[in-house]
C-alpha cells in the first residue's frame, strides 16, 4: 500500500511539474526533423517527446542485450545437459564393455557419437569395444575410418597399431607407431608400445634405440632404474644378433665393460669365445664373473666346459674352492655335489649332501641330488621318496624364472615368456634371498643314502 501511495505521489508530481512547464512556456516552439519537415509544439511537450524517445531507445537496447544473455544461458545449459547426457553414456558404456557386454556397449557409444560425431573419447571407447572382444578385423576397419576422418591422433593411431598386431600385421603396426611417436615424441605410452612392437619383431636395435628414448623422457626415480635394467637386456639381445661371432664377441665385450656384474654378457660372452675356439678364454671370463658374484648360469658353463677329458680336475679344484671360500654357502655346497655325483663320487656327494643346512635343503635341486643318490645305491623306495618332495618344493627342472615360473633345462639370458632378463635361477639357488617355501619333508630329518661295503 505505500509502495502504492509513493508511485502515485511520484506521478502527480510529474504532471503538477509538467503542468507548470506549460503555464510558464506557453508558445510554440519549431523543431526542424528534416530540410522540409519542422514540429510546431509547446516546448514542455518537446521535452517530454525527448524524454519518451530516449526511455524507448534505452528500453530496446536493454531488451537486445538481455535477449542475447538469454540465448547465451539456454545455449550454455543446453550444451551443459548434451555433456553430462555424453559422459553418462560413455561411463555406461565403458561399464558395459567391462563386464563383457560388448554389442550393448557399441549401441550406447554410437548414440553418443551420433550427437557428438567429434568425440574422440567416445569413437575410442566404441573402437575398443572390437579390441576387447578380440574382433581385429573390425576394429581395423573402424580405426581406418576414424583415422580418415580425425586425422593422425596419437591415442588413435595407438588403437590402429593394436588392431594390427592383433591380424598379424607387424611392419604395419610398427609404421603406425612411429607416426604415433612423430606425432607425440614425449609420450611414453607410445614409447612402450613402439619398443614391445620391435621387440616382436625381434628388432633388437630398434628396441634398444626406442627404450633410450624412453629412459630419457622417465623421470620417477623408480621407473627410471627398470627402464635402465631393460636397456641393458636389450643392448644385450642386440649383441645377440650380431651374425658374425668377432662382432658379437666385441658387442659383448663393451657390454660387459660398462655392466661388469651383468651375468648373461658374461655367460654368452664365453659361448661365443668357445665357438671361436678360445676355450681358455672362456673359462677366464667365466670365472671372473663367478668372483664377481655370479651363479648359475656361469656355474653351469664352467661345468659344462670342464666335465670329462683332461680339464675334469679344474672343475674338481673350483667348486672344491668355491665350498670353501664360501663354506656357509649351501647353493656352492649343492653344485659340489652335483659335480661328485656326475664323477661317480657317491660317498663324497653323501657327505657334502649332508652338510647342506636350511633353507637350501627345502629346495627342488636338494632333493633331486639326494633322489639321484638314493638311486645310485639302489635305494629306489627312498629314491621315489625323495623325488615326491623335489616335485612338491617347485619341480625337476634345473632352472625356473623368477618372474613367471617358466621352467628350462638349461640356463637363459632371456626369459621368452615374460620377456626379462637375467630372471633364471638354478634350483639350487635361492629365490632373490627369500626363504623357499617349506616341503613336505622340512622339520624331519632325511635320511641319507648309507655307504657302500
Known amino acids: 500500500m505505500l509502495r502504492l501511495t509513493i ?12 503542468g507548470y512547464l506549460f503555464y510558464l512556456n506557453p508558445e510554440s516552439v519549431t523543431v526542424q526533423l528534416s530540410n522540409t519537415m519542422q514540429w510546431h509544439a509547446p516546448l514542455p511537450l518537446v521535452l517530454l517527446a525527448a524524454f519518451l524517445i530516449g526511455a524507448a531507445l534505452t528500453f530496446a537496447f ?33 561399464g558395459l564393455s567391462w563386464l563383457g557386454e560388448h554389442e550393448k ?41 576414424g583415422l580418415d576422418t580425425r586425422g593422425p591422433d596419437p591415442k588413435l593411431l595407438l588403437f590402429l597399431a593394436e588392431a594390427q598386431r592383433g591380424v598379424g600385421e607387424h611392419r604395419a603396426a610398427i609404421a603406425t607407431l612411429e607416426r604415433a611417436r612423430h606425432a607425440d615424441a614425449s609420450s611414453p605410452r607410445v614409447l612402450t608400445a613402439l619398443r614391445d612392437a620391435y621387440t616382436a619383431a625381434g ?13 630419457l623422457a622417465t623421470r620417477e626415480p623408480r621407473a627410471h632404474a627398470d627402464a635402465e635394467r631393460r636397456l641393458i637386456g636389450m643392448r644385450y639381445q642386440s649383441a645377440l644378433v650380431v651374425q658374425d661371432p668377432t662382432g658379437r664377441a666385441t658387442e659383448l665385450r663393451a657390454l660387459l665393460r660398462v655392466h661388469p656384474d651383468f651375468e648373461p654378457a658374461a655367460v654368452s660372452l664365453g659361448d661365443v669365445l668357445v665357438e671361436m675356439g678360445h ?13 664377481r658374484g655370479a651363479r648359475a648360469g656361469v656355474l653351469d658353463r ?8 683332461p680339464r675334469v680336475k679344474r672343475l674338481d679344484a673350483l667348486t672344491r674352492k668355491l665350498v670353501q ?24 656327494a653323501a657327505a657334502e649332501l649332508a652338510q647342506v643346512s636350511p633353507p637350501w635343503s627345502s629346495l627342488p635341486g636338494y632333493h633331486a641330488l639326494l633322489a639321484e643318490l638314493h638311486v645310485r645305491r639302489g635305494a629306489h623306495d627312498d629314491a621315489v621318496t625323495a623325488f615326491r618332495h623335489a616335485l ?9 624364472c623368477r618372474v613367471c615360473g617358466a621352467d628350462a633345462d638349461e640356463w637363459r639370458g632371456f626369459c621368452p615368456e615374460c620377456g626379462g632378463f637375467s630372471c633364471y635361477h638354478s634350483s639350487f639357488e635361492l629365490a632373490d634371498g627369500v626363504r623357499p617355501a617349506t616341503s613336505p619333508s622340512a622339520g624331519t630329518a632325511i635320511a641319507l643314502p648309507a655307504p657302500q661295503r
Open 62 to 94: 536493454s531488451l537486445v542485450r538481455e535477449s542475447r544473455h538469454a540465448v547465451l544461458g539456454w545455449r550454455t545449459q543446453r550444451s551443459a545437459r548434451r555433456g553430462r547426457r555424453q559422459l553418462v553414456r560413455k561411463e555406461h558404456g565403458l
Open 279 to 291: 676355450a681358455r678364454q672362456a673359462e677366464r671370463v667365466w670365472r671372473r664373473a663367478l668372483a
Open 105 to 145: 556397449a557399441r549401441a550406447l557409444l554410437a548414440k553418443a557419437l551420433r550427437d557428438r560425431p567429434d568425440d574422440l573419447v567416445a569413437f575410442l571407447l566404441f573402437a575398443r569395444t572390437f579390441l576387447d572382444a578380440g574382433e581385429y578385423r573390425r576394429a581395423l576397419g573402424v580405426l581406418q575410418e
Open 7 to 18: 508511485m502515485l505521489a511520484l506521478i502527480a508530481a510529474a504532471l503538477v511539474g509538467l
Open 392 to 400: 612338491a618344493a617347485g619341480g625337476l627342472s634345473a632352472f625356473h
Open 302 to 309: 664352467l661345468e659344462r666346459l670342464l666335465r670329462g677329458g
Open 325 to 348: 671360500r664360501r663354506p656357509e654357502d649351501g647353493t656352492a655346497r649343492l653344485f659340489r655335489t652335483r659335480q661328485l655325483v656326475r664323477d661317480g663320487r657317491i660317498d663324497e
Open 203 to 215: 628388432s633388437w636395435p630398434d628396441a634398444a634405440r626406442v627404450q633410450e628414448s624412453y629412459l
